[in-house]
Every structure is written in C-alpha cells, then in structure tokens.
C-alpha cells in the first residue's frame, strides 16, 4: 500500500460508486480503501493534534480496512452530516456510515441500510452554562433548548418534553456547529444531544469547560454504531465480526502488543486471534489472518475505547455501560468460533 489514504472532506460526497450490485467487499477491493463517513465529534470522528482523522468511529473504519485489505489505513474518512449520511450510504458513496449514528426501527428498516452492532453505548443529555439556576431537568421548564433538527436527539427531546409536561422550546439547527454557535450565543438556555458528544464539546470547544455542566439526567438510550447498506450479507457480516473481534479479544487479555506472541492454545478464540485457524475467514470472504491484523493494527476494545474517549483523554469518560458485561457493562459478544 503507498501510504496512507487518509482524505477529509466537508458536506455530502459527490459522484456515487458505479455499478448496482451489492457487493462491497468486491468494491473495496478494487478501489484498495474503506470509505467511511463520520459527523466530526471529536472522540469519534474528529481529528488528531496532527490534523488527522480519529477517534473510536475512525479506529473502526480503519480495523475493517486491515480485516479486508490488510493495511489499517487503507481508508477514507469523509465528514458528513446526518441529514445526507444515510442517503450518502444507500447511493453507494461511502462503504460504511458512523457519525453518532443510534440504532432505530425506522433507520433499520426504511432508509435501505443495516445498523451493524454497537461501538459505544450512550443516552441523551442536557448542557447549560454554569450560572444557569438549571440543575436537573425538571428545573428547565418552558427554556430554550438547542438541537439538531432530523435527529433522534430532536424527537426524543420532544418526547420528554410532552411526557414530563414541561414545554421546553426547540431551537431546531441543521448542523451540529449551528447548534453550537446558537448556544455560544445564548440564543437558547441549554443544548441537547448524546452524553458523549457534549462530553466532547465541553472538552475542546471552549477554555473553561467548568463553564459548561452536564446535567445528571438522561433522556434516552442510544446505542451508537455503524451502519451498511441493506442487502450486502457477506459486508454487513464483516463490519459485526470485526467488532466482535476487538470485544472477544479484550475479554482475553489480548492487545496490539501480545497478539503476535500467542502461543498454540485449545482454545479455539484465540486460535482465530492468533491467524493459525485454517478456514477463519472462509464465511466472510477473508484471509484467515483477518482478526489479528484488526488487533495488531488497531488493538482489542478497551485499548480504543481509553485511546479516544477513555479517563487518560480530553473527553475522560469512564467505560461505565461500555464495558464488558463481566465487568458490569452491556458487551456480550457472541463467540468467534
């Protein structure tokens, strides 16, 4: 591969792949990168000090890219909005759609895509400034509230507000940065969206992020993920297995760095991790090797997860419902045998 193949671009991509049939991981092939669309969020799919994509989004965009290509930055990382994303998806101009995407019936079943399986497990929240009287939800009765209009963030808003009684007033944009600058410009009390994603604007969007509270309250669940177009098997099976890799091989202890010293085992997990399973990529189209090169080129689950988001980065989120079950969070990944 002649470097990486990183491109960032604003808006809705233009030119749609050719042909009409749905198999992508043929594309992919034939173009040698992974398009993935991501929203910007940093943590997700912003940038590096360097100017370069990353983030838990970006980490998984590139793990599919060394599943099937081999080389982990064999990708192209174009920033889309939600409004187009979906749309951007179905016409074949990306291969795979993040961007804070939350897994819904109508999303799953209406718009010609397939959400594949969470990445990261968040609920909606509330932020206000720190002189705000505001402490809890039930205190913002009849306030300005800034969202972003066509998301699940606006209807479950809507949602709490006609259930609780309270009136909130929805300042509707139709970008997350318009959102942002109506709420820097107090054009409304308080802003709404996924827990993480205010966790990330209060991290590195403004000089004092003690001037901005997260209020306790949370308002929905949001299982975040990536999603393919509808009628690919082998791909939609490709993008769910890579996943389940990077959580299979955090519940054995296995990271970027050990993945290569495995020795024999009789277990037949490990095996796959290591490579040495003959017939461990056969179903989906793969080398047999396809889960070690995802470990040894971006690593096990918690290693993305403390990277990007985790205690030791800007955002300092706690893994909380983002860890394995055994250790009191929502993963439970299937085995990869």
Not at 63 to 73: F, R, S, T, W
């Amino acid at each position: 591969m002649r470097g990486a193949l990183f491109a960032l671009a604003v808006g809705v991509l233009g030119g749609a792949a050719g042909g009409l049939h749905a198999d992508t991981l043929e594309d992919v092939r034939q173009r040698g990168a992974v398009r993935c669309a991501v929203d910007g969020t940093s943590g997700f799919g912003g940038l590096d000090g360097a100017g370069r994509p990353a983030g838990i989004d970006v980490a998984y965009c590139r793990a599919v890219a060394a599943a099937v290509l081999g080389h982990a930055d064999a990708v192209q990382i174009e920033r889309i909005n939600t409004a187009n994303k979906f749309r951007a998806l179905a016409e074949r101009e990306v291969d795979i759609v993040f961007g804070m995407a939350t897994w819904t019936l109508a999303r799953d079943t209406a718009m010609g895509v397939r959400f594949v399986a969470p990445t990261f497990h968040d609920g909606q929240a509330v932020m206000t400034w720190a002189d705000s009287p505001v402490r809890r939800l039930a205190d913002a009765a009849g306030k300005r509230v800034c969202v972003q209009g066509g998301t699940t963030s606006a209807a479950n808003l809507a949602d709490v507000s006609r259930s609780r009684g309270l009136g909130l007033v929805q300042v509707e944009s139709l970008s997350s940065e318009d959102r942002l600058q109506r709420f820097l410009r107090r054009d409304c009390e308080l802003i709404s969206g996924d827990r993480a994603e205010l966790a990330a604007l209060r991290a590195t969007r403004t000089p004092d992020p003690a001037r901005w509270r997260i209020l306790d309250d949370t308002l929905s669940r949001e299982p975040l993920g990536p999603y393919v177009r509808a009628g690919d098997e082998r791909w939609f099976g490709i993008v769910r297995w890579v996943i389940n890799a990077t959580l299979i091989a955090e519940l054995h202890g296995v990271d970027a760095q050990s993945v290569e010293r495995l020795a024999p085992a009789a277990n037949a997990e490990l095996e796959v991790l290591a490579g040495r399973r003959p017939g461990a990529g056969e179903a989906l189209g793969l080398a047999d090797g396809w889960a070690r090169e995802v470990i040894r080129q971006v690593g096990n689950y918690a290693e993305i997860f403390e990277h990007n988001v985790g205690q030791g980065s800007p955002l300092g989120l706690a893994r909380g419902a983002n860890a394995l079950w055994r250790d009191g969070g929502l993963f439970f990944p299937p085995p990869l045998r």
